[in-house]
């Protein structure tokens, strides 16, 4: 027989930081039942029969049913039953009511719930900033109307941006279009705007990674591959380059150097500077070849292979 009252510790945390829910039976449970959670502690106490709250029953006669259902059954009806819950939920980040009944489906009716943020949870979302290639600002796209959002959806198709080079997990070449955007937010919504004053505004921001063809495991599969997303810049983080190349460790990409930089270095720099630069790569003459070649016929540089050729030189050097 099963315990009138049960007591547990969940392995994990519960979302719910208080929740006290009466609930009506279900098709799948057998009682009705009062649930009190606390934190990690669960109490549930089954109800008497007695003092159970029931659920509504609404009798349908199903049109579609042939004779031989009817026939199968011993009825032309079944019952659509719809529970009953009375709760009330503290989490993280709202309070929530359940009173009446519950529907699974809108058709049915209007589910009897509420969810109450706390006003010291809201944020106002005060600013988007589209930045191009050059660091420039082209404007503030944080207004939820639908002109302001296509303006910036024509200026996201328009940006110009920074392109990155790597190599997807199985060696397939991706050419990789990014461009920064800032989001920001100030603490505080409607009547409580004015707590943005005691408090610092927060700031993300992220780069825009949009690829030429799918990335990932999942590519050529039903589900498909990752065609665009994004990654947060971190805190000392200044740099698109140094956000791309975590991302490539992150999904298991091989970061292929970005020659543009390396052609802005050439063309503002000497021939003795440039030496010495690529000196520090452990030079010697095949990965010296090997650069220039790079940089004068496809534009890229093979991080990989160059590795290759530095563990190779340093061995030679034993």
């Given at each position: 027989?099963k315990?009138?009252?049960?007591i ?7 979302d ?15 009682n009705c039942?009062?649930r009190i959670?606390?934190f990690?502690r669960?109490?549930t ?6 003092m159970a ?9 199903p049109?579609?049913?042939s004779?031989?259902d009817?026939?199968r059954?011993g009825?032309?009806y079944?019952?659509n039953?719809?529970?009953r ?6 989490t993280?980040?709202?309070?929530s009511?359940?009173?009446?009944p ?5 058709s049915d009716g ?6 109450i943020?706390?006003f010291?949870?809201d944020y106002?979302?005060i ?6 290639y050059?660091?420039n600002?082209?404007g503030?796209f944080a ?5 302001e959002?296509?303006?910036m959806?024509?200026?996201r198709d328009n940006?110009k ?5 790597c190599l997807?997990y199985d ?10 955007e800032?989001?920001t ?9 004015w707590i943005?004053?005691f408090?610092?505004?927060l700031v ?14 999942r590519?050529g ?9 994004g990654?947060?810049?971190l ?9 791309f190349k ?5 999904n298991?990409?091989?970061y292929?150097?970005n ?5 802005k270095?050439?063309d503002?720099?000497s021939e003795?500077?440039?030496i010495?630069?690529?000196d520090?790569?452990c030079y ?16 890229t540089?093979?991080?990989?292979y160059?590795?290759?050729l530095i563990y190779?030189?340093?061995?030679e050097?034993i």
């Open positions: 027989m315990k009138r009252i049960t547990e510790r969940n392995i994990t945390q519960s719910y930081k208080f929740r006290i829910c009466l609930q009506s039976r279900t098709e799948d449970e057998e039942e009062l959670n606390i990690r669960s109490i106490i089954i109800i008497p029969d007695w709250l029931k659920p509504i029953q609404i009798k349908v006669t049109s579609s049913w004779e031989a009817i026939k059954l009825r032309d079944y019952y039953i719809i529970y819950e009375y709760s009330i939920s503290f993280n980040e709202y309070l009511l359940y009173y009446g519950q529907f699974d489906d809108s209007k589910s009897n719930h509420k969810f943020t706390y010291w949870k106002t979302h600013e988007h900033l589209l930045f191009d050059d660091g600002s082209l503030n207004s939820t109307r639908l002109s959002y296509e303006k959806s024509d200026v940006i941006r920074r392109i990155f080079n997807d060696g397939e070449h991706i050419v990789v279009s990014t461009f920064i800032q989001r937010w100030n603490l505080g919504f409607g009547y409580f705007k943005k004053y408090t610092k505004p993300r921001r992220s780069l825009s990674l949009e690829f030429d063809k799918e990335t990932g495991e590519k599969s039903y589900k498909g591959g990752t065609l665009g997303t990654i947060d810049f805190d000392d983080e200044e740099c698109s380059e140094s956000a975590r991302y490539c460790a992150k298991k990409m091989t292929i150097y020659i543009s930089d390396a052609i270095f050439i503002s720099h003795d500077e440039i010495k630069e690529i520090s790569f010697n003459e095949e990965i010296k070849n090997y650069v220039i070649n790079a940089i004068n016929t496809i534009h540089i093979d991080l990989t160059l590795k290759q190779k030189a340093k061995l050097s």
